[in-house]
């Protein structure tokens, strides 16, 4: 008799089982193999008392008094349990789960490692280590309604979460009124006082969500600043109006020449700087001592002037040495270049400008 009804259940990697039909008289079964004290021992479904068998050497089992002719003898050996790590394995191809001795448990893999190796890992310390090689490592799916799919506590208190709004928006926000960063598709508007990210459906990159939250939010402060701002268009500065709209700050050098000069002239210090349209540029040119009849002209400026003839801007001049210097000196619309004149507004010359003459000259005009 077997001892069971219905299915006999299959022992899996905790015990093993051997059966024997005894001869007479026979005292001595050898089994598949036991630990000593780790094993029960059945006669004829009765299970034996530790003095009416001998099992010590890991192998035999040898009864007190010989057994009868049929007599059934089953001897089942429990293996040892491993304290250091123990696994539960899916039908025998793989290991599933192992829990090691610090009571972490793996599973994919049978070391704790901080996630070094691909598995998944809840360790005592209370953090859990997801690693997968060349793809995510972690999904988090909210079902059916918008809220919170992730919330992130200190001590029993939520300092913010990670969510989803109308199905498609991701929504980092911090508890109450602290403000939230929505990522979105397009721009639905609300009433919340939160940020949002557009993915420049309506042309806006990173704007305040509404009205309700309008000159509100600082960009950084003054002891946590950002570093370098990278913009492809402008900023507007002080208002939303066109006239408040800076597309271009360019600070450098630029490489002054003289028209028609027949000598060899020096140039130093030029510098410029341009905010938005308005240009301020500097340079230092030195006269050799050629005389020379043609026009007083600089050109090369770094940017073309306004092309209107009611925007026509001049420099400052000083130079050094003796001899007649000009009076003023005009950018010349629509060009790169800047016209040196005497106090009768006629040209002057590079002859009376003075040779071995040194000026330095700064320039300001607008440019297109």
Request: proline content about 2%; hydrophobic content about 30%; charged content about 15%.
């Amino acid at each position: 008799m077997s001892g069971y009804i219905g299915t006999q259940p299959v022992p899996q990697a905790t015990q093993t089982r051997d059966s024997f039909t005894a001869t007479s008289g026979q005292t001595s079964f050898a089994t598949g193999g036991y630990t000593p004290n780790f094993l029960d021992v059945y006669l004829n479904g009765v299970k034996l008392a530790a003095a009416d068998y001998t099992a010590s050497n890991g192998s035999d089992v040898v009864l007190a008094s010989g057994a009868a002719t049929g007599d059934i003898l089953e001897v089942v050996a429990f293996t040892t349990f491993n304290s250091a790590s123990s696994s539960i394995d899916d039908n025998g191809d793989a290991t599933a789960i192992t829990i090691d001795s610090n009571e972490n448990v793996m599973v994919g893999k049978t070391t704790s490692d901080s996630g070094a190796t691909a598995g998944f890992e809840v360790n005592t310390s209370g953090r859990i280590n997801a690693t997968r090689d060349g793809s995510i490592s972690g999904v988090f799916n909210r079902l059916t309604s918008d809220g919170e799919v992730v919330q992130f506590r200190k001590d029993g208190t939520i300092l913010g979460s990670i969510g989803v709004e109308s199905n498609t928006h991701l929504v980092i926000s911090t508890p109450s009124n602290g403000g939230s960063l929505i990522f979105e598709g397009n721009d639905t508007g609300g009433s919340d006082t939160r940020l949002a990210m557009e993915n420049n459906t309506g042309g806006e990159a990173f704007r305040p969500y509404n009205s309700y939250s309008d000159n509100k939010y600082n960009l950084g402060s003054g002891s946590r600043r950002f570093k370098d701002l990278y913009l492809s268009s402008g900023i507007y500065l002080g208002g939303a109006g066109s006239a408040n709209h800076l597309d271009d700050y360019e600070e450098g050098t630029w490489t002054p020449s003289l028209v028609g000069y027949s000598g060899t002239p020096a140039f130093q210090d030029s510098y410029y700087t341009k905010i938005g349209r308005f240009v301020f540029a500097t340079c230092r040119v030195s006269l050799d001592g050629t005389s020379d009849g043609s026009n007083f002209i600089i050109s090369n400026l770094p940017f073309t002037s306004l092309g209107s003839t009611s925007s026509i801007f001049g420099s400052n001049i000083v130079y050094s040495n003796s001899g007649t210097a000009p009076t003023y000196s005009l950018v010349s619309v629509g060009t790169t270049q800047i016209n040196f004149y005497d106090a009768s507004g006629t040209n002057i010359s590079y002859t009376s400008a003075g040779v071995n003459k040194n000026y330095r000259i700064s320039i300001t005009y607008f440019t297109t």
